[in-house]
C-alpha cells in the first residue's frame, strides 16, 4: 500500500509556471505506475498525465502536451508535475494516484489517492 501527499499548489497568473509535488510513503513506491488527474468545479476528474514505475514512459493527455511534464525520483519517493503557460482553464485540485503495472489514463484503475492540491489560474 502506498500513502499519497501532493503540495505545490497555489494561485498564478496565466502564463506563469507551477510545479506539483506528490511524496509517496512505502517500501515498493518505485514499482507502481503514476498519474495526476484534475478536477474542475462542476466537472469530472479528468486525465492529466502518467509515467511509468521507472520513469521511461510517460502519457499526457492532448490538451497538456508540451505544457505539462512529469517526472519522478524514485530515490525519493515523489513525483513531480511541471506545468507551463498556465491557462484559466488549468484551474482545477490537481490529484495524484498510484497504481500497479503499466500507466493509465483510467482513474478507476488507480486505487491510491492522494488528497489534491489546488491550483488557480488568473487571467
Known amino acids: 500500500q502506498v500513502q499519497l501527499v501532493e503540495s505545490g499548489g497555489g494561485l498564478v497568473q496565466a502564463g506563469n509556471s507551477l510545479r506539483l509535488s506528490c511524496a509517496a510513503s512505502?517500501?515498493?513506491?518505485?514499482?507502481?505506475?503514476m498519474g495526476w488527474f484534475r478536477q474542475a468545479p462542476g466537472k469530472e476528474r479528468e486525465f492529466v498525465a502518467a509515467?511509468?514505475?521507472?520513469?521511461?514512459?510517460?502519457y499526457y493527455a492532448n490538451s497538456m502536451k508540451g505544457r505539462f511534464t512529469l517526472s519522478r525520483d524514485n530515490a525519493k519517493t515523489t513525483v513531480y508535475l511541471q506545468m507551463n503557460s498556465l491557462k484559466p482553464e488549468d484551474t482545477a485540485v490537481y490529484y495524484c494516484?498510484?497504481?500497479?503495472?503499466?500507466?493509465?489514463?483510467?482513474?478507476?484503475?488507480?486505487?491510491?489517492w492522494g488528497q489534491g492540491t489546488q491550483v488557480t489560474v488568473s487571467s
Open positions: 494516484a498510484a497504481r500497479s503495472g503499466g500507466i493509465s489514463d483510467a482513474r478507476q484503475t488507480y486505487p491510491y
Open positions: 512505502g517500501r515498493t513506491f518505485s514499482s507502481y505506475a
Open positions: 509515467i511509468s514505475w521507472s520513469g521511461g514512459n510517460t
